[in-house]
């Protein structure tokens, strides 16, 4: 009787080519899941490349943005010595409540009265010539109608009449001038209001316009003055209501209009000045409060042309050459199309997509998976629905290589039996 022994080596050869089959089935569906994620999509038998698209949405709502600004007096006054001198007085501090009148700061008088005693003595010379020259106007007058004298006396006469006026004028001139000059040496407040700055202490020498104190009117409006990024300054213009909140006085906000666009940044970095002034400002606010601003950006940027273009982030790549989108051109209603690459400027990411600052105008269809994959000008095809469905199966294709024809399993095709598990 002859026995048949299968060797230990036969069982895992066996095992091993009837493995090979079943492993392939997970590694097609993980294919599948690539390229419906970005990877290399799959191709078609024609070698068009199926791909998933989007649309670049033409946004013209316009954005909510909070910032930061300080609240301040609508008018602000630097104030000033009109003539110079030695400050003597300043009865004032930073902060010092005023009221129209009260003394800001004095210079030293003594030379300006001294002015004004001779100035008053000049006066009194030139008045008393001028009567002298009346008086012989007056006499050669009568001489000259008399006969007694010739015509060039009375016209001399005259003559040093009308000079002795114009000095005692030029003297009365002379004096004004020394008393308000007497006048200029007391700053005084121009209304009722606050000093937020003295940058001059007494006893200092100071010069005429050289600034003394700044000086905040209380009975003014008030304005906010903040600062926009250069990014969105654009989407700001005069007339734009806005919001103003300050923390330190309560969540009321208030109402304010932008009065004044800055057309240079402030500093390097900074952003651009912008002042909103508040429509209903009340007695508890005062100047130096800290205040947030809120308001509605308007069109700015490539938002110029009338609105936002936002597009959804995977359609974006980078190379060395920038970053690009694929845009489908517009074909027959067929599902095959071209694609076109187009360079883009970025901006922010909003809740509906990623800006795009130039390069799109809104409402292209874009290639949003396997756009690394793509070339341009290159022949795609267009998925709708669900990606996986619609990509070329993987799946049956490996199947069909395992199995043979339909009924009849293939060489290599057996799956492991109960023969193969007692041989391990």
């Known amino acids: 009787m002859t026995v048949e022994v299968q060797t230990p080596d036969a069982v895992p050869r066996r095992r091993s080519s009837i493995l090979r089959p079943a492993a392939a089935l997970p590694l097609a569906i993980a294919g599948l899941a690539l390229a419906a994620c970005g990877g290399p999509p799959a191709e078609l038998p024609d070698g068009v490349r199926p791909v998933r698209v989007v649309e670049a949405v033409h946004s013209v709502d316009g954005e909510v943005r909070e910032f930061s600004g300080v609240l301040r007096a609508t008018t602000r006054s630097r104030l000033s010595f009109r003539v110079p001198g030695k400050v003597i007085e300043r009865p004032v501090e930073v902060g010092t ?18 002015r004004v005693t001779r100035a008053e003595a000049s006066l009194e010379r030139a008045a008393a010539t001028a009567r002298e020259a009346r008086a012989d106007y007056e006499r050669v007058r009568a001489l000259f109608a008399g006969d007694h004298v010739p015509r060039g006396e009375l016209d001399r006469a005259l003559a040093t009449l009308e000079r002795t006026r114009g000095a005692e004028a030029e003297a009365e001139a002379a004096l004004e001038l020394a008393r308000r000059e007497l006048g200029f040496t007391r700053l005084v407040a121009p209304a009722g209001g606050v000093v937020v700055d003295l940058p001059v202490e007494a006893g200092e020498n100071v010069q005429g316009g050289q600034g003394v104190a700044t000086f905040e009117p209380t009975d003014g409006p008030l304005e906010v003055a903040f600062s926009v990024p250069e990014g969105r300054i654009g989407g700001v213009a005069p007339g734009m209501g806005v919001a103003v909140r300050v923390p330190s006085v309560g969540p009321e906000p208030r109402r304010g209009e932008v009065v004044e666009v800055g057309a240079a940044s402030a500093a390097r970095g900074s952003g651009f000045p912008v002042v909103a002034r508040l429509a209903d400002a009340d007695d508890i606010l005062r100047s130096g409060m800290a205040a947030e601003v809120t308001l509605t950006l308007g069109p ?24 690009y989108v694929f845009v489908v051109e517009p074909g027959d209603g067929g ?45 795609v095809r267009l998925l709708r629905g669900d990606p996986l469905a619609e990509l070329p199966s993987a799946a049956p294709a490996a199947t069909a290589a395992s199995t043979g024809s339909a009924g009849s399993p293939g060489p290599g095709s057996e799956v492991l039996t109960p023969v193969a598990e007692e041989g391990r």
């Open 97 to 114: 409540a005023l009221r129209r009148g009260d003394l800001l700061a004095r210079l030293d008088p003594t030379d300006f009265r001294l």
């Open 300 to 323: 700015s940027g490539a938002e110029s042309r009338g609105g936002r273009v936002l597009v959804a982030p995977e359609a974006v790549a980078a190379d060395p050459r920038g970053r």
């Open 335 to 379: 599902e095959e199309r071209t694609v076109r690459r187009i360079g883009v400027d970025v901006g922010e990411l909003f809740p509906g997509g990623l800006e795009i600052l130039a390069g799109l105008d809104g409402g292209e269809t874009l290639v949003a998976a396997g756009v690394t994959f793509l070339d341009d000008g290159q022949t």
